[in-house]
């Protein structure tokens, strides 16, 4: 989860200069309120801005930015150590404690921003997770992602930035299929992807995964480059057109299966950080599950004589007399 998070209320009066549906980098907000004063000075105008604050996910401030049309207004930071300390909630050293900590923080935020590349990556995948997964990483995981994909870039970051995204987005999605971490209600879906890329195990594979699938081909091709294969055309054949007359609806489930199969070796290899082409994905993966099928078939005892043969000749075997 981010360590900082800045929201605005939708309550009152809505600005231009401020995105109420963004959870906002803590830099980004101090921004977003600057820009804001100026226009409201420059128009004579004075206003307020009630916001809420997040750290380490944990709500723990519901407060107001008052624009003074005579008097600047607080900086962001500022306005939340006056309030961590002056509240008597805490003891003064729990206050201390919040403080400090917050301040660690947004050091580390500000330092961080200095890359303008990075900035702009954090702000992207921010904008992306958050409206289509609504999940944050924090600034470190974020770091981390940036590093191992702008490593491996060797020119045009920009020109890459969104397809670099929506790949780390598919990865995120493949890891979350992967995991079963999408059972239960929301609260509980949102606990189980937190416990799972907040474990540094967990997130190192999902880092080397995001690397090997921005590199490799995308989950989308897998089921073109079965269906072209030849060897899955004959594991089709043998399913629907000689195994089927005696129980389709096994057949069917066999095939769902191996599809999974192929997809969870597609993953559990590009976890190692193995980036994949097509050719491997034909021998490496698909054909390499079905001839391994096909010799499990030929173990039954209960195989007809045209089942048999089928199995030998798509698992390679030759029958010597």
Same mark, same amino acid.
Request: with cysteine; hydrophobic share 40%; proline share 0%.
């Given at each position: 989860?981010? !360590? ?33 004063? &100026? ?29 003074? &049309? ?6 962001? =930071? ?13 003891? &003064? ?12 923080? +947004?050091?580390?935020?500000? !330092? ?15 904008? +992306? ?80 995964? +995001? ?33 089927? !007359? ?12 191996? &599809? ?26 698909? =054909?390499?599950?079905? +001839? ?30």
């Amino acid at each position: 989860m981010r !360590e900082l998070v800045i929201k605005f209320s939708t309550e009152g009066e809505r600005f231009r200069e401020i995105d109420e549906s963004k959870s906002y980098f803590f830099s980004e907000a101090e921004k977003a309120i600057n820009l804001l004063e &100026k226009r409201l000075k420059n128009e004579g105008r004075e206003a307020e801005k009630r916001f809420g604050f997040y750290m380490d996910g944990e709500y723990l401030l519901d407060s107001i930015i008052a624009i003074n &049309k005579n008097k600047k207004a607080d900086q962001i =930071e500022e306005h939340i150590v006056k309030a961590f300390t002056s509240t008597d909630q805490w003891t &003064k050293e729990v206050a201390e404690e919040q403080v400090g900590k917050l301040k660690n923080y +947004v050091q580390n935020e500000r !330092e961080a921003f200095l890359n303008e590349e990075f900035r702009a990556f954090a702000y992207l995948i921010r904008d +992306v997770f958050e409206k289509k997964v609504d999940f944050l990483f924090s600034l470190k995981q974020t770091q981390a992602l940036f590093q191992e994909v702008y490593a491996k870039i060797a020119n045009g970051f920009f020109s890459q930035l969104e397809d670099i995204v929506f790949s780390i987005l598919d990865s995120y999605e493949c890891i979350v299929d992967f995991n079963d971490l999408l059972k239960g209600t929301y609260e509980e879906t949102q606990l189980n992807k937190e416990k799972w890329f907040s474990n540094e195990q967990h997130f190192s594979q999902f880092v080397r995964f +995001v690397s090997a699938n921005y590199f490799s081909i995308r989950r989308a091709r897998l089921d073109v480059l079965m269906s072209n294969n030849q060897l899955y055309q004959s594991f089709q054949d043998y399913l629907f057109e000689v195994k089927a !007359e005696n129980d389709f609806f096994k057949s069917w489930n066999t095939n769902l299966n191996l &599809k999974k199969e192929i997809e969870r070796k597609w993953i559990e290899l590009q976890f190692e950080g193995l980036t994949i082409n097509e050719e491997f994905v034909e021998t490496g993966i698909i =054909e390499s599950i079905l +001839v391994g099928f096909f010799r499990e078939e030929l173990k039954k005892g209960d195989l007809t004589e045209e089942e048999r043969r089928f199995c030998e000749g798509a698992a390679r075997i030759e029958k010597r007399f």
